[in-house]
T-cell receptor, first 116, second 114 residues
Framework: NAGVMQNPRHLVRRRGQEARLRCSPM?????VYWYRQLPEEGLKFMVY????????ESGMPKERFSAEFPKEGPSILRIQQVVRGDSAAYFC??????????????FGPGTRLTVL | GEDVEQSLFLSVREGDSSVINCTYT??????LYWYKQEPGAGLQLLTY?????DMKQDQRLTVLLNKKDKHLSLRIADTQTGDSAIYFC??????????????FGQGTILTVHP
């Protein structure tokens, strides 16, 4: 059973470009979470999604950031018109269905975004 | 609001016990977690405890919770060089839509010397 997969592992973008980060949850997991880790800081929650539904996006910046988890395919975190301050490691986690499952979040290896 | 604080650094000798401390502010029913992050890797869930428990033990790991002081600790017995990593304390609410949202501390860098 493969773990949570994220791609790309490293992404370099120039200011103003778009960044698309992908996350494939573990098999059987229907909940996905995105976190951002700035250099030398802890992880900050961004968004919590179920299939075709955003449950909690209280940590998402109001502009330029969006996330989706379609019925088919991976979850996508999209950052439009990137700025240098978006440079960070973006981690995805997944968990099984149900409230109890949310307490066992399995993390992917992360995507390290560098904005030049 | 929720806030989680940790000491930033801990250095121990191989074979000794390590104790990593964490304090949190949310007094509502909550789960508390310990994650381990090795360089360049994602987070690995080590253990978690519900706030109505005082202690949880799992092999070399012991979690102690002082609910009155909102203090959580992780004790690693017989610390090995492979335990060198960043350890994150995190909390979440037990109900509502916030149960999936983990709030992390800034991490404790554990260095184990031979």
């Amino acid at each position: 059973n493969a773990g949570v997969m994220q791609n790309p592992r490293h992404l370099v973008r120039r200011r103003g470009q778009e960044a698309r980060l992908r996350c494939s949850p573990m098999k059987g997991h229907s909940h996905v979470y995105w976190y951002r880790q700035l250099p030398e800081e802890g992880l900050k929650f961004m968004v919590y999604l179920q299939k075709e539904n955003i449950i909690d996006e209280s940590g998402m910046p109001k502009e330029r950031f969006s996330a989706e988890f379609p019925k088919e395919g991976p979850s996508i975190l999209r950052i439009q018109q990137v700025v240098r301050g978006d440079s960070a490691a973006y981690f995805c986690a997944s968990s099984p269905p149900g409230v109890a499952g949310a307490h066992e979040q399995f993390f992917g290896p992360g995507t390290r975004l560098t904005v030049l | 609001g929720e806030d989680v604080e940790q000491s930033l650094f801990l250095s121990v000798r191989e074979g000794d016990s390590s104790v990593i401390n964490c304090t949190y502010t949310d007094s509502s029913s909550t789960y508390l977690y310990w994650y381990k992050q090795e360089p360049g890797a994602g987070l690995q869930l080590l253990t978690y405890i519900f706030s109505n428990m005082d202690m949880k033990q799992d092999q070399r790991l012991t979690v102690l919770l002082n609910k009155k002081d909102k203090h959580l600790s992780l004790r690693i017995a017989d610390t090995q060089t492979g335990d060198s990593a960043i350890y994150f304390c995190a909390e979440s609410m037990a109900g509502g839509t916030s149960y999936g949202k983990l709030t992390f501390g800034q991490g404790t860098i554990l260095t184990v010397h031979p």
